[in-house]
Structure formats: C-alpha cells, structure tokens
T-cell receptor, first 108, second 117 residues
Framework: AQRVTQPEKLLSVFKGAPVELKCNYS??????LFWYVQYSRQRLQLLLR??SRESIKGFTADLNKGETSFHLKKPFAQEEDSAMYYC??????????FGAGTRLTVKP | GAVVSQHPSRVICKSGTSVKIECRSL??????MFWYRQFPKQSLMLMAT?????????EQGVEKDKFLINHASLTLSTLTVTSAHPEDSSFYIC?????????????FGPGTRLTVL
C-alpha cells in the first residue's frame, strides 16, 4: 500500500532562512510525487510535480528513490510562503494520497 | 488554468436530511473525480474515487450507502450525504483529474462546508 509521511506537523522559520519540508513515501511501483500548497482560506493548489523538475516560487523538490524521499526546499523563505504544505503520491490515474501536511510559518 | 467548482460552498442542514454537493470541471474533461473529507487542522482523507459512467470505489471505512456518489458526465460528479448526522459535519473537497496542457493533472475544488445541526 502506498503511504506518504510528513514527519513535521509544524515548522517555523524566520524570513530569509532556508526551509526544508520533509516527505517520505512507501510505494512498490514507480511513484508520481507532488507538493500541494493551501494558503489561508484558499483551495488546495499544485506547487510542484517531480516529473517536471521545475522550480516554482523558489521551491524545488528532488525525488530520492534510494531514501524514498521528496523533500521540499527553498533557500530563502518569505512571509508569503506561510501555508499548509501537503506531499502527495499518485499511482497513475488512480487516487492521490496525501501526507498529514506541514504548517509552515515564516516569521518576519 | 483548469478550474473545478463546487456547489454549494456552505450548507447547514438538520439531522436526518440529505444534502447534495455538486462538483464540476469547468474547462476540461475529468476522467476521474475524487471526493475528500478534511477535518479541522487535518489532512485530506480520500473517501472515494469515481470514473464517469461507473460505480465509485470507496475507501475502507467509508459507507457507500451513506455517501452516494454519482459521476454522470465527464464534467460533473455529485456527492449526496444521506440522513446526515452531526458527526458528518466536515469540509468536503472534490478533485478532478484530466489532461490539461499535456499533463495528466489533478485539480481541486474550493470545498463545501457541511454543518449538520
């Protein structure tokens, strides 16, 4: 069974500091991994997908199959990055499973 | 970009009544639609997955007779909470998956807050 683990429920950093939100997964096949973000009072929206290897809003995430991780990183956090972040794993066209989420707070 | 809408955004009902929530993909065809439930300060929990024209697949522990899902077209899915009780009060979020700009992607609706009195 596929599972996504986000070990940190809360993460707080100061503006300008680096931030890393951890995500580990367990899946026997070839996973598709995503990061979703939910800003206050807004819907869930896609931030990154591992297959596109892009950087969005300064965030990057690298799939490490050896460590089964897909950590989200940003070198210099901004206050507007404060939000809930969900790591998600998809099995092709089937369902998408979410981690428990990490609430990031960036302090001024 | 692709948009998923939900209606209503908020509903309050009496215990024992049924509530229908609509989910529409507005500018793409959704091959698969998903329904999630989110409790305060918690993550999304998948309730069921549905493909157009076929029966929904429910997650373990989700009562299919309680949460009726109809996926009548490639752009519309409905969730009906039957004989609602206060413990059904929650935030229900739908999601639609389809190909948009060559990516098979999943988009989320804004959610529906259900309060059962």
């Amino acid at each position: 069974a596929q599972r996504v683990t986000q070990p940190e429920k809360l993460l707080s950093v100061f503006k300008g500091a680096p931030v890393e939100l951890k995500c580990n997964y367990s899946y026997s096949g070839s996973p598709e991994l995503f990061w979703y973000v939910q800003y206050s009072r807004q819907r869930l929206q896609l931030l990154l997908r591992h297959i596109s290897r892009e950087s969005i809003k300064g965030f990057t995430a690298d799939l490490n199959k050896g460590e089964t991780s897909f950590h989200l990183k940003k070198p210099f956090a901004q206050e507007e990055d404060s939000a809930m972040y969900y790591c998600a794993l998809s099995e092709g066209n089937n369902d998408m499973r979410f981690g428990a989420g990490t609430r990031l707070t960036v302090k001024p | 970009g692709a948009v998923v809408s939900q209606h209503p955004s908020r509903v309050i009902c009496k215990s024992g009544t049924s509530v229908k929530i609509e989910c529409r993909s507005l500018d793409f065809q959704a091959t698969t639609m998903f329904w999630y439930r989110q409790f305060p300060k918690q993550s999304l929990m998948l309730m069921a997955t549905s493909n157009e024209g076929s029966k929904a697949t429910y997650e373990q522990g989700v009562e299919k007779d309680k949460f009726l899902i109809n996926h009548a077209s490639l752009t519309l899915s409905t969730l009906t909470v039957t004989s609602a009780h206060p413990e059904d009060s929650s935030f229900y979020i739908c999601s639609a998956r389809g190909v948009v700009q060559d990516y098979n992607e999943q988009f989320f609706g804004p959610g529906t807050r259900l309060t059962v009195l």
